[in-house]
């Protein structure tokens, strides 16, 4: 259990954000903590609508600790982690 900084940039959305994260935290919470800085503000909102999250460009799974996916995937501190809907 330790924050975390990353880049957190929505699909769309020109203005990434500086999200500190736990490396505890899901993919899935790491992404709705992406979406809320874009998500109603520049990005329409989707009602009902879920996310993806996507680091060096590959879909990883919500379910999944960013600690693991970390460890696996060599992610730095102020690496992007991109969220889009999920389709």
Known sequence: MALFPIYGVFE?????HLVAIDTD?????IA?????HS???????KPGGTYEALI???VVPLDRNFGEVM???GVA???F???RYAA
């Open 77 to 79: 501190p102020l690496d």
């Open 32 to 36: 709705d903590a992406v979406a809320i």
């Open 12 to 16: 769309g959305d020109f203005v990434p």
């Open 25 to 29: 935290n899901s993919m899935a919470e």
């Open 56 to 58: 060096a460009d590959e």
């Open 39 to 45: 998500v109603g503000r520049r990005i329409k909102a």
């Open 71 to 73: 460890a696996e995937k």
């Open 81 to 83: 982690v991109t969220v």
